[in-house]
């Protein structure tokens, strides 16, 4: 199995870092706040130690899936990794998009957005517990059809990596045809908002295509303000990896019969038996009434 390539950018992470924090103090911003940031990079710390756990087991899952791949793509031929971008990015925007429907995905993803701060320490404010649920499996396809899991993984990081340097307000927009094709900041933090008309749009990896083939996109207009529709008001690592799994199995311990514990599982976040909190659906529908 290939080196993790997130492992040798965490110095390049670090500099980008303070060279962000030195331009937010020139002008004057506040960009961010000393805590909040620590727990940021505590969350990115926990999501690289589990990770030497789990990499090994998802690039032994693709392996066996391997075996069984109904081509073989060579990984000498230039445009099969060309393919292989493309089918990553494809699949990370499918992923971003059910983590944001699902609540079980959501539990795990809700992470990267409990920080009401936008800045590069936030990219690093990662899930514990996404790969360890099953988030991996929505690339299980890509070894079935006959891309190696060594470019699975590599094609995984490099996503990563390119996913870093958009969190940021100090990039206002880019040029149009970049801001047309690519992920840029300012597509990034509307996807952070937590604004009901920015909410849920946005889930683009690498390529913001997929978000403007499926419906998704939307572009940034007034200022978003970022965070969650009700925020954790937290710093503690543990707490913010895990209050959407309390969160769940709280709801799932007052359900009345067995589909609605599924349903508080399963629906989209903020489903309730009851009808007391309203999916993200329900409340635009309400404050868009025509």
Not at 18 to 27: G, H, K, T, W
Not at 147 to 161: A, E, G, K, R, Y
Not at 203 to 215: C, Q
Not at 231 to 253: G, K, S
């Amino acid at each position: 199995m290939q080196p993790n390539l997130i492992h040798y950018a965490i110095p390049g992470f670090v500099l980008l870092i303070v060279i962000e924090v030195i331009i937010s103090s020139l002008q004057h911003r506040e960009v961010y706040k000393p805590k909040d940031a620590a727990s940021s990079i505590a969350m990115g710390l926990g999501n690289v130690a589990i990770g030497l756990v789990t990499k090994g087991i998802i690039f032994t899952v693709y392996l066996f899936i391997y075996q069984y791949r109904f081509f073989t793509l060579e990984m000498t031929v230039w445009w099969v990794w060309i393919a292989c971008f493309f089918a990553d990015d494809f699949s990370y925007y499918w992923f971003h998009r059910i983590s944001h429907t699902v609540r079980f995905f959501w539990a795990s993803h809700v992470i990267h957005h409990s920080s009401q701060y936008y800045n590069l320490a936030t990219a690093l404010r990662q899930t514990w517990t996404g790969n360890l649920t099953g988030a991996f499996l929505f690339w299980a396809w890509m070894p079935l059809v006959g891309f190696h899991p060594v470019m699975i993984l590599t094609m995984q990081s490099i996503s990563l990596l390119y996913q870093f340097w958009i969190h940021t307000e100090v990039i206002h927009k880019l040029p149009r045809p970049v801001e047309f094709i690519f992920n840029t900041p300012s597509h990034h933090r509307v996807h952070h908002a937590s604004d009901l008309d920015y909410l849920d749009k946005n889930h683009a990896g690498v390529l913001i295509i997929w978000d403007r083939m499926f419906g998704t996109f939307i572009e940034e207009k007034a200022k978003p303000t970022y965070g969650i529709t009700t925020n954790i008001n937290t710093y503690n690592p543990l707490r913010i990896a895990t209050h959407e799994w309390a969160n769940i199995f709280r709801d799932v311990r007052k359900a009345k019969s067995f589909k609605a514990a599924l349903h508080y599982i399963f629906n989209a976040p903020g489903w309730s038996e009851n009808g007391e909190t309203l999916t993200t659906k329900q409340l635009r529908s309400k404050s868009n009434p025509h």
